[in-house]
Each structure stands twice: as C-alpha cells, then as structure tokens.
C-alpha cells in the first residue's frame, strides 16, 4: 500500500487543465458556499488571458484535494490591498501533509515571475501562513463580517 504521507500529488494551474473549470468551480463553492458562477467568472478571465489572477489546484489522481485562487479583493473594506490569495482549502482528510504550502508558494512564485508583488491574503488563522513566508500587515473589515480579519501580505 502506498504511504500517503510520501505519496506525489500533482499541482497544476487551471491553464494546464481548462477542461475541469466546471469541476473546479463547483469544488470551491462546495467549500465556501461562494456562487458557482462567481468562480466560472474569475476562470473564464484567468483562462482567457484577461487576467494572471489565477487558480492552483492539488489532485490526486483526477479527485481535487487542495486549491486556491488568486483575485482582486477578497470580500473586505481595504480596496487598495490587491490582489488577494483566497479560498485556500486542503480536504480534511490531506491536511498536515503540505498541500497548503506547496500551493502557497506555486502562487507565490508564478506571480512574482510575472512582476505581481506584493501580494495579500485575508485570513483568520494564526501560526500558518508565517511559515511560508506571510507577514501580518493589519486587520481589516470583511464584507458583511462582525468581527475584524486578519490581512497578510507576501512581498
């Protein structure tokens, strides 16, 4: 049997496999509840080349295990803290092995390559996001939120 601790997963961008956009959408909504048509609408820009705001995905196999995007403003007040790393999400089942942090720095390093710097990531963890390179710039209002989030940014 396979470790699935050691066991290679294959990270892509949506660029490297449109075809399961509607796949992926529907994968993100499940996770946060955000419109499935909202996603297709930052996909379709992504991969029309309308923007380098993109998608990363984690698969096993074809099953989608991990992901994040890339977007202008992630639901908050500070407009000017852009572009934003947001709906980042590992199954419960492949956390504690990495995904996270592969992802975090494949879209750190591709926008970097495409002179995107800095970016920002809206958040409520603590302890995570550090040790992949995140500082904590500030809190700032959520849209529709009580309480205040915490803002991150990568340089």
């Not at 908050?76 to 980042?88: F, G, Q, S, W, Y």
């Not at 710097?117 to 500082?135: N, V």
Request: charged share 30%; with cysteine; glycine share 8%.
């Amino acid at each position: 049997m396979e470790d699935k601790i050691t066991k290679e997963y294959t990270y892509i961008t949506l660029r490297q496999q449109p075809q399961i956009k509607d796949k992926v959408a529907e994968w993100f909504h499940c996770k946060w509840g955000v419109p499935k048509e909202v996603y297709l609408e930052c996909m379709e820009d992504y991969l029309n080349n309308e923007t380098e705001y993109g998608w990363y995905l984690c698969l096993d196999g074809d099953k989608i295990v991990g992901g994040l995007g890339v977007i202008e403003n992630d639901f908050h007040d500070r407009k000017d803290l852009t572009p934003n790393v947001c709906a980042v999400f590992t199954e419960q089942e492949y956390r504690c092995r990495g995904i996270a942090g592969h992802l975090l720095n494949m879209v750190v390093g591709d926008l970097k390559s495409k002179d995107i710097t800095p970016i920002y990531l809206l958040t409520d963890h603590t302890d995570f996001y550090e040790r992949y390179g995140w500082e904590f710039l500030c809190m700032v209002q959520g849209n529709d939120e009580a309480d205040m989030s915490r803002m991150y940014i990568h340089k």
